[in-house]
C-alpha cells in the first residue's frame, strides 16, 4: 500500500522546539515589594527584579521595600541608568540595549559593597564605566558587543584584583596589554577577532585560569572589524597554564600542528573539556593521554576517517556536527557516554554493532545525515536513550530496529521523505509507548492513505497478507 510521499519541515521542528515553558517570573507573589509600582516596566520575583525600559532611561524606584539582589534592564530604547535609578544592594546587573551608552558615575553608589557580577550587552558602550571604580568585590565582567577603545588602567587594575570571571565581546585589535592587570581570573572568554596571543599572555595566571575559550565567529554578525577569520597559529601560551579544566580555541587552523593531541598532553590531569571546532583538523587528534576528559567537541573540521580508537574513553559527551564522516564509527568502548551529536554528516547506514553496550547514552542526534537505513540490533543495548533525533534524513519508513529503543522519550523525524506504509505489532507498541509531546512520527492512516497523521495512534497495523517494512 503506497501513498502520498510527503516531506515535513524541518522548520516546523524547530519551532517548536522553541516553544519550551521558560523559568518564568511570578510576578504577582512580590509585587508590593517590588522597587517598581509599574508592573509594565519591572517585575520582581523573589529577589530578582527584570524591567523592560520604554524610553532612554527606566524610572527611579519607588521604594526600598525589597530583597531585590539581581536586577536584568532590557529596552532597545535604553541609553543611559542614572544616579538614583536602580535599587540598593544588589549583587548583579544585567544591562542589554543596544543603544545603551551610559552609567552615570554614581549609579551603582548603593551597592559598592555588594556588587558580585556586572554585564551588559551595548553596541554603543565606548569606554569602561567609571561607576565601577568603586566597587569592592566584583568577581565577574561581561561586556558583550560594546565597542569599547580605550581601557583605563587603573580601572582595569582595580578591577583586576577581585575578578575571576572575565567576557570579552568587544573589538579589540590586538592582544590586550592590560589583561595582565587581571591576577585573578578563573574563566576568560574572549568573543573577539583573533589576533596573535604572545607567548608569555597567561603566565600572570597560569595557577588560577581554569577555563579559556576563544571563540572566534561571534563577533562577525556585526562586522566591526575585517581581522582573519581563521587564525593562522596555535597560541603556544595556553600549553603553559597549569590547571585548566576547560579549553575551547575556535577557528585556529591547527592543520600544521604536527601532533595535536601531544599539544595539550601537560593538562592530562585536569581537562575534562575541550572544544576544538573549525580549527582545519583532518586527522583524528590522538587525545589517549587526557585522563579526565569528558566532553569533546570537534565540529567542523574535516574528519572523513574520525578515529574513536584515540578518544579517551571517560567522553561523556561528543559532538562533531559537519565533520564530513561518511561512515559512523564506532562509539561503543565509550561506556559513560550520555550525549553523542553528529548532525550534519554523510552517512547513510546505522550498524548495529557502533553502539554497542552505551548503557547510558541519553541523546542521540543524527539530523540532517543521509540514513536509509537502521541495522535490527543497534538498540539494543541502548537502555537509558531517551532523546532520538532523525530529522532530515532519507528513511523512507521507520526501521523496525527502533523498536528495541523502548525508553525513547522523544523523538524527532522530521525532514524524512516517509512512504506510508503499515507497520509491525512491535513497532506499534513501541510507538505507542513514547511520550506523546513532542513525538512526531508520521504514518498515513489506512482508510485514508493521503493524510498523514503526526499522532501515533493513527499507524495502522500490518494485516497478514501485508509485507512487514523493516
Ligand atoms: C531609599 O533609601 C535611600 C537611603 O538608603 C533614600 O535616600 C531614598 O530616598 C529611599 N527611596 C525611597 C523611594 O524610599
Ligand atoms: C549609538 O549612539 C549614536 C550616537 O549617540 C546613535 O546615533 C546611534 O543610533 C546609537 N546606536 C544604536 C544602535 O542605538
Ligand atoms: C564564574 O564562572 C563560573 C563558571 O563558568 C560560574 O559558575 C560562576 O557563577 C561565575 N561567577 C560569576 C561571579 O560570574
Ligand atoms: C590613575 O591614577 C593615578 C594615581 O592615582 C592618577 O595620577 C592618574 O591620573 C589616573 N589616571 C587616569 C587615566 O585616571
Ligand atoms: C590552514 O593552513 C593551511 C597551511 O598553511 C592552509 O593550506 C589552509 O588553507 C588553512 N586553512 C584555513 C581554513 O585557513
Ligand atoms: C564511568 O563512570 C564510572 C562512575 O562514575 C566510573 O567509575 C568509571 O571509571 C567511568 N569509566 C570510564 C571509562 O571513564
Ligand atoms: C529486522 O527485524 C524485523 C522484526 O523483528 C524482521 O522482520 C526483519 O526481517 C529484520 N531485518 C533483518 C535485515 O534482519
Not at 504514518?443 to 499522532?455: G, H, L, M, R, T
Request: net charge negative.
Amino acid at each position: 500500500m503506497m501513498c502520498r510521499v510527503f516531506r515535513s519541515s524541518l522548520l516546523a521542528w524547530l519551532m517548536l522546539g522553541l516553544i519550551v515553558p521558560s523559568e518564568g517570573v511570578n510576578a504577582t507573589e512580590s509585587a508590593k515589594d517590588c522597587p517598581w509600582q509599574d508592573s509594565s516596566v519591572c517585575t520582581c520575583s523573589a529577589n530578582q527584579a527584570i524591567c523592560y525600559a520604554r524610553g532612554p532611561r527606566i524610572p527611579k524606584p519607588s521604594n526600598n521595600l525589597t530583597q531585590i539582589d539581581s536586577l536584568s534592564i532590557s529596552g532597545y530604547r535604553l541609553i543611559e541608568i542614572g544616579d538614583d535609578d536602580l535599587p540598593p544592594n544588589l549583587k548583579k546587573i544585567e544591562v542589554k540595549s543596544l543603544s545603551f551608552a551610559y552609567f552615570s558615575s554614581n549609579a551603582l553608589r548603593k551597592s559598592l559593597k555588594t556588587l558580585e557580577r556586572f554585564s551588559v550587552w551595548s553596541l554603543n558602550l565606548t569606554e569602561l564605566p567609571g561607576s565601577l571604580r568603586e566597587v569592592e568585590g566584583l568577581e565577574g565582567l561581561e561586556l558583550r558587543h560594546a565597542r569599547i577603545k580605550t581601557w583605563n588602567r587603573n580601572l582595569t587594575r582595580h578591577l583586576g584584583r577581585t575578578i575571576k570571571n572575565l567576557t570579552l565581546n568587544v573589538p579589540l585589535d590586538k592582544w590586550p596589554e592590560w589583561i595582565t592587570d587581571f591576577v585573578q581570573l578563573e574563566t576568560l572568554l574572549l568573543r573577539t577577532p583573533h589576533f596573535e596571543v604572545p607567548p608569555d599572555a597567561f603566565d600572570h595566571v597560569q595557577n588560577t585560569l581554569k577555563k579559556l575559550e576563544f571563540d572566534g565567529q561571534f563577533f562577525y554578525r556585526y562586522d566591526f572589524y575585517p581581522g582573519p577569520f581563521v587564525l593562522p597559529m596555535f597560541p603556544e601560551a595556553v600549553t603553559k597554564l597549569q590547571s585548566l579544566e576547560m579549553l575551547s580555541l575556535e577557528r585556529f587552523n591547527l592543520s600544521t600542528v604536527p601532533d595535536v593531541g601531544a599539544t595539550f598532553a601537560g593538562f592530562g590531569n585536569t581537562l575534562h573539556t575541550l572544544y576544538l571546532r573549525a580549527c582545519d583538523l583532518s586527522v583524528t587528534p590522538n587525545l589517549l593521554l587526557l585522563s579526565k576528559l569528558t566532553k569533546l567537541r570537534l565540529s567542523f573540521n574535516n574528519l572523513l576517517n574520525f578515529r574513536t580508537d584515540i578518544l579517551p574513553p571517560t567522553l561523556q559527551f561528543i559532538k562533531c556536527v559537519r565533520c564530513h564522516l561518511i561512515d559512523i564509527p564506532d562509539f561503543s568502548h565509550f561506556k559513560n557516554l550520555t550525549e553523542l551529536s553528529l548532525d550534519f554528516n554523510d552517512f547513510s547506514t546505522i550498524r548495529s554493532t557502533v553502539f554497542q553496550g552505551l548503557e547510558n547514552l541519553k541523546t542521540l542526534s543524527l539530523t540532517k545525515n543521509k540514513i536509509t537505513s537502521i541495522e535490527n540490533g543497534t538498540f539494543l543495548d541502548t537502555s537509558s536513550l531517551d532523546t532520538l533525533a532523525l530529522s532530515g534524513n532519507s528513511l523512507s519508513h521507520l526501521p523496525e530496529a527502533m523498536a528495541e529503543a523502548k525508553s525513547i522519550q522523544l523523538l524527532q523525524m522530521f525532514g524524512n521523505f516517509f512512504t506510508c506504509s503499515c507497520i509491525s505489532q512491535d513497532l506499534n507498541s513501541w510507538i505507542r509507548s513514547i511520550d506523546t509531546v513532542r513525538a512526531s512520527v508520521k504514518i498515513c492512516q489506512e482508510d485514508n492513505p493521503d493524510i498523514v497523521s503526526f499522532w501515533r495512534s493513527d499507524a495502522s497495523l500490518c494485516r497478514d497478507d501485508d509485507p512487514i517494512v523493516g
